[in-house]
């Protein structure tokens, strides 16, 4: 049950594309579709942003947007805006567990 | 309004036991998976635990098993969390989320503090 990869940090100027990356297994993220995505600003609870790879919750911006090739899964936030800027972590359903990546901080420039 | 709010957080010491409960409304809490989900400081999420909606299925993270137990109580909307044989390294904010495979709602945490 070891954690899902992410980079630490990631930043973008507004306006900007930025992609975070979430790499596993093929006992998790590779082998199935069940990986979430989720936005958490400091003191808060998390927000789910993406689900089943690349579903989005309603009320969720379609800036954000979610993919997955092999082992590696992805978040790309698009046209980035101030309150972008937050911890994001990913996460997956591995048969009778679950889990999370180590979260990326993204940094709004 | 979708809600749940956790409680039963508090300081303890090594080798102690805690329970947390979460409230949950706005739902049908019964028709849902739930889990717990906890945040040591300064740290990432850990998955802790998932409970199917009849409380059938449970399935923890191997580190806690034996030592943690989820439980539902569908009459009263409610999540559970028996946590004993604490140890300094279970210290870290407790999150209910309802959802097997996806998480949401989020409740707003309880802090869980193991020391002397």
């Known amino acids: 049950q070891s954690a899902l990869t992410q980079p630490p940090s990631a930043s973008g100027s507004p306006g900007q594309s930025v992609t975070i990356s979430c790499t596993g297994t093929?006992?998790?993220?590779?082998?199935?579709?069940?990986v979430s995505w989720y936005q958490q600003y400091p003191g808060k609870a998390p927000k789910l942003m993406i689900y089943?790879?690349?579903k989005r919750p309603s009320g969720v911006p379609d800036r954000f947007s979610g993919s997955k090739s092999g082992n590696t899964a992805s978040l790309t936030v698009s046209g980035l805006q101030a309150e972008d800027e937050a911890d994001y972590y990913c996460?997956?359903?591995?048969?009778?567990?679950?889990?999370f990546g180590g979260g990326t901080k993204l940094t709004v420039l | 309004e979708v809600q749940l709010v956790e409680s039963g957080g508090g300081l303890v010491q090594p080798g102690g036991s805690l329970r947390l409960s979460c409230a949950a409304s706005?739902?049908?809490?019964?028709?849902?998976?739930m889990t717990w989900v906890r945040q040591a400081p300064g740290k990432g999420l850990e998955w802790v635990a998932s409970?199917?909606?009849?409380?059938?299925?449970?399935y923890y993270v191997d580190s806690m098993k034996g030592r943690f137990t989820i439980s539902r109580d569908n009459a009263k909307n409610s999540l559970y969390l028996q946590m004993n044989s604490l140890r300094v390294e279970d210290t870290a904010v407790y999150y209910c989320?309802?959802?097997?495979?996806?998480?949401?709602?989020w409740g707003q945490g309880t802090l869980v503090i193991v020391s002397t």
């Open positions: 989320a309802g959802g097997g495979t996806r998480f949401t709602p």
């Open positions: 706005g739902f049908t809490f019964s028709s849902y998976w």
């Open positions: 409970i199917k909606e009849d409380g059938n299925e449970k």
């Open positions: 093929s006992s998790d993220v590779g082998g199935y579709n069940y």
């Open positions: 089943e790879v690349s």
């Open positions: 996460c997956s359903y591995a048969g009778t567990t679950r889990v």
